[in-house]
């Protein structure tokens, strides 16, 4: 089955400056990439996401960047804010269609 | 839209007993649901497919006769945890899709098991 990792599992970044997370999977045949932001106690809501037919899509101040060949698929979440302090998960969806997620990302930013 | 409704959000039973949660999509109708658990700090971790109309499908490790899961309806799923146990304390997250594949997810607000 499809297994995703991702990187770093805390990161801490300037208010204002780029916070990159990177995620892998195994399953060639995944073609759907979402990422979800969980916020403490909260249910994770989705962000942005991305299909295989295409390598980046941008939303506002989020990004994602997907290279199927590498089988990795990045967020990039650029002029941080406070209001960006969470929990990331990438996840992905194959032939099966189940949706598993990386470990997370505790992304915090710093005053 | 893609509203998922998951009662209760909270819940403290004894040990031995068992514990019901539900999980609804309020206004889509979705043929299949997934269940999550969630333990402090960890990611979501798959438990099983619930499949309208057919038995679920489980994830390996994940015990199907203590987790019951029922699909009865388009917009229902439930998970029972059978004869609970300190360590099933979790938070456990039922999820749906709107649409076919490869579209999002949609969780429910979750529910925090406590066993005593």
């Known amino acids: 089955g499809e297994n995703v990792e991702q990187h770093p599992s805390t990161l801490s970044v300037q208010e204002g400056d780029s916070a990159v997370i990177k995620c892998t999977y195994s399953?060639?045949?995944?073609?759907?990439f979402p990422w979800y932001k969980q916020e403490l106690g909260k249910r994770p809501q989705l962000i942005i996401d991305?299909?295989?037919?295409?390598g980046e899509k941008k939303d506002q101040r989020i990004a994602v960047t997907l290279n199927k060949t590498a089988k990795h698929f990045s967020l990039h979440i650029t002029e941080t804010q406070p209001e960006d302090s969470a929990v990331y998960f990438c996840?992905?969806?194959?032939?099966?269609?189940?949706?598993?997620f990386g470990k997370g990302t505790r992304l915090h930013i710093l005053p | 839209g893609a509203v998922v409704s998951q009662h209760p959000s909270w819940v403290i039973c004894k040990s031995g007993t068992s514990v019901k949660i539900e999980c609804r999509s309020l206004?889509?109708?979705?043929?299949?649901m997934f269940w999550y658990r969630q333990f402090p700090k960890q990611s979501l971790m798959l438990m099983a497919t619930?499949?309208?109309?057919?038995?679920?499908?489980?994830e390996q490790g994940v015990e199907k006769d203590k987790f019951l899961i029922n699909h009865a309806s388009l917009t229902l799923s439930t998970l029972t945890v059978t004869s609970a146990h300190p360590e099933d304390s979790s938070f456990y997250i039922c999820?749906?899709?709107?649409?076919?594949?490869?579209?999002?997810?949609?969780f429910g607000n979750g529910t925090r098991l406590t066993v005593t």
């Open positions: 999820s749906a899709r709107a649409g076919r594949s490869r579209s999002p997810l949609h």
């Open positions: 996840a992905a969806s194959g032939r099966d269609d189940k949706i598993i």
């Open positions: 206004d889509f109708q979705a043929t299949t």
């Open positions: 991305i299909r295989s037919n295409v």
């Open positions: 619930s499949n309208e109309g057919s038995k679920a499908t489980y």
């Open positions: 399953d060639s045949a995944s073609n759907y």
